[in-house]
């Protein structure tokens, strides 16, 4: 089985921001370690790129112990440091980037990663499942931006497909890692329609 853990969680205030306040976000970074896969989830924006290092040391990693990084779409506070990481291959909605060759990225990364395609958000926008011990985490970008939503995503490019891409991840999951926020757990309810569960 894979592991999941959050390195970094994320914050948004960019749909409650008071007049004249200043947009502040930073999205959760998430590390996702599977036979000799370390991988990082969208190393985004950061006030100082020494947050980031100072995280992994905390797992007993370094920059160059990351074999791939993961973009969950193309919005920069997703990817803004991915250049720190210049020995890791890329995954995003495109492929596999390894320097300046580019693959067909698999459905199945290994046994345990699965990555789908989760348009709605962005155009772009690509979900990882992790199979834990614990149960399958889903790793979605701003398909949430947290668990409180937003129920209206006021930056999505496709509402219906957003709405399409969240239906299929609550079939799909036990848990879920949002863009900027912390993990949690997929709610069922029997007899209610699974757009209901969270």
């Not at 962005?122 to 614990?134: A, F, P, Q």
Request: hydrophobic residues 35%; charged residues 30%.
């Amino acid at each position: 089985m894979a592991s999941v853990k959050i390195l970094l969680e994320g914050f948004t205030n960019a749909n409650k921001k008071a007049e004249g306040e200043d947009e502040k976000t930073r999205c959760t970074m998430a590390l996702i370690r599977d036979d000799d896969f370390v991988i990082l989830s969208d190393p985004g924006v950061l006030d100082d790129q020494k947050t980031l290092v100072d995280a992994l040391a905390k797992e007993n990693l370094n920059i160059n112990d990351i074999t791939h990084i993961f973009i969950t779409h193309s919005h920069m506070d997703h990817y803004r440091n991915l250049g720190m990481f210049p020995g890791a291959i890329a995954i995003d909605y495109w492929g596999l980037w390894d320097g300046a060759k580019c693959e067909e990225r698999p459905e199945k990364l290994t046994n345990n990663i699965e990555i789908i395609e989760t348009p709605g958000h962005s155009y772009d926008g690509v979900t990882m499942l992790i199979r834990t011990k614990e149960g399958i985490v889903a790793l979605v970008g701003d398909l949430w931006w947290s668990e409180r939503g937003p129920e209206n995503d006021p930056y999505a490019s496709d509402h219906g497909k957003l709405d399409e891409s969240r239906q299929k991840v609550l079939e799909l999951a036990d848990f879920i890692i949002p863009g900027h926020g912390g993990m949690f757990k997929v709610k069922r309810h029997p007899g209610l329609p699974a757009e209901d569960a969270v």
